[in-house]
């Protein structure tokens, strides 16, 4: 069974850009989450996905951020315009639904290898 | 969220065992403890998680004494592949959905 994939790996653009990243949860995942890690802090909650609606989107930094999940499968994390700040590690994951019709936190979340952004 | 805290690094050899211990002295009554791994240039992957007494996997065991105010991650007989960062998340299964990670304990390996 493939896992979650992001693309690109890597990107590299330079300030008031524009970068779209992409994840592909696990098929048949209900939940998808977008986490970052920037610069030398710890991995941080973005946002939450329940199908295609967006669940809890509390850790969104700004309105620069948008992310969608259009159809319940893959999901997209734009940042328009992109600032030095947003460099870091864009992780997705997803989850299955636990037995309480709901994500729980911990019901195990699957990790993509994440996108590294550099914001130049 | 119950905070969590553990060594930032630790070093081992192969064959050896490695205990990493957590506090997380406000944990909540229906928190549990839930420990992942996190390999160079890879996202985060769950390796074990407990409520408490005592958990086993194929990867790791986690120990968590009667007063659930610790828990200790148990790596048997590391090898290199093992060096990787591991935190340590507390939190309940019905609501709280965002993992929220701390700096973790690096590991590292060495032959």
């Known amino acids: 069974e493939a896992g979650v994939t992001q693309f690109p790996s890597h990107s590299v653009i330079e300030k008031g850009q524009t970068v779209t990243l992409r994840c592909d949860p696990i098929?048949?995942?209900?939940?998808l989450y977008w986490y970052r890690r920037v610069m030398g802090k710890e991995i941080k909650f973005l946002l939450h996905f329940v199908k295609e609606s967006k669940q809890d989107e509390s850790g969104m930094p700004n309105n620069r951020f948008l992310a969608e999940r259009t159809g319940g499968t893959y999901s997209t994390l734009k940042v328009q315009p992109a600032e030095l700040e947003d460099s870091g590690v864009y992780f997705c994951?997803?989850?299955?639904?636990?037995?309480?019709?709901?994500?729980?936190?911990?019901?195990?979340?699957?990790f993509g290898p994440g996108t590294r952004l550099t914001v130049l | 969220l119950a905070k969590t805290t553990q060594p930032i690094s630790m070093d081992s050899y192969e064959g050896q065992e490695v205990n990493i211990t957590c506090s997380h002295n406000?944990?909540?009554?229906?928190?549990?403890i839930t420990w992942y791994q996190q390999f160079p240039s890879q996202g985060p992957r769950f390796i074990i998680q407990?409520?408490?007494t005592k958990v086993t996997n194929e990867v790791a065991s986690l120990f968590i004494p009667a007063d659930r105010k610790s828990s200790t991650l148990s790596l048997p007989r590391v090898s290199l592949s093992d060096t990787a960062v591991y935190y340590c998340?507390?939190?309940?299964?019905?609501?709280?959905?965002?993992?929220?990670f701390g700096a973790g304990t690096t590991v590292t390996v060495r032959a």
């Open positions: 098929s048949g995942h209900d939940n």
């Open positions: 407990g409520y408490k």
């Open positions: 994951a997803s989850s299955q639904t636990g037995t309480s019709g709901r994500a729980d936190a911990y019901n195990e979340q699957f």
């Open positions: 406000n944990i909540a009554t229906n928190d549990y």
């Open positions: 998340l507390v939190g309940g299964r019905s609501n709280d959905y965002k993992l929220s």
